[in-house]
């Protein structure tokens, strides 16, 4: 597995629909061949860092270099490496702006000006690239991924709606804190009246499908915790996720069914529902075993 840096010119200033369509494309296709890694732009200049297997990795450069949106593609860095830097980015992306320079807290960007980002002042000073890399790669661990939510948009006023936005999501994580805090209170109690407060004579299985109907739901209100907080976050696929969850609802709504007064036609859509989840679910999970194919470290 290698890492590889590359620099070239943009051929025409790209506009940031342009770049939104570019990083479109980037984040669908780099996880099926396994790539991961992250993209500056600024001053018309292009760095991007990418990880994967080495064969993967060359063909995928040929692609790029033959891109007519850019030109003048150098290879600046090429490295043999075990871990993954940008592991969790099938392409992140920063801008390379004054202002995000100015905020970078590394000694050797001091003297660095958006104006210097151009090919050839990057080329000759391979420190400020690394430099470069590492400060907003930890920058954007710290902010848990790139969000879609972000406060650094040029416009004030979608700056104010996603600091509000962000705002509710985390009530709203906080409140789901307090349910799953109650739901396991209430696991607790069912367990004690359900199970062992009753003689053993007493005991039905319906009480131990309460039992298990209220560990489900436990369960569940954890899952839409981890939803909702990722909801902070970009650069990660959400919808597997919420798929389990789906599942698992269900689940739980299969297991408390009653038989004698629910419809065939009610059980065969809920068949349907379970099958087509179970469907989707698995083909996403097929998609990141590919995937896994081209990420595996070299011996």
Known sequence: ???LVYISAATAPMSKQDLKDLLQYC???????????MLFYGNGTFLQVLEGEEQVIDELLDTIEQDPRHTGLQVIQRKAITEREYADWSMGFQQVSERALRAAASAELDDFHEG????????????VVQSLMDHFRKQRIKAAGQSELGVDEEDAMINVLHRIIRLSVRA???MMVIT????????????????????VTDLRINDIVVIFGAFLSV????????????????DVVHVKLVIATAL???????IVFDFEKLTPMYILATAAVVLALGLVYWLMDRQTVIGARYQRPEA
């Not at 210097?116 to 420190?127: A, C, N, W």
């Open 116 to 127: 210097d980002f151009k090919t050839g002042y990057l080329r000759e000073h391979r420190i």
């Open 27 to 37: 984040r669908q296709h780099n996880p099926q061949i396994g790539v991961t890694g």
């Open 180 to 199: 799953i805090v109650w739901g396991v209170l209430e696991v607790g109690y069912a367990l004690y009246s359900q199970l062992l407060a009753p003689a």
């Open 172 to 174: 709203l994580a906080i």
């Open 1 to 3: 597995m290698i890492q």
């Open 219 to 234: 369960l569940i209100a954890i899952e839409i915790f981890v939803n909702i907080t990722l909801y902070l976050r970009d």
């Open 248 to 254: 698992m609802a269900i689940a739980r709504k299969v």
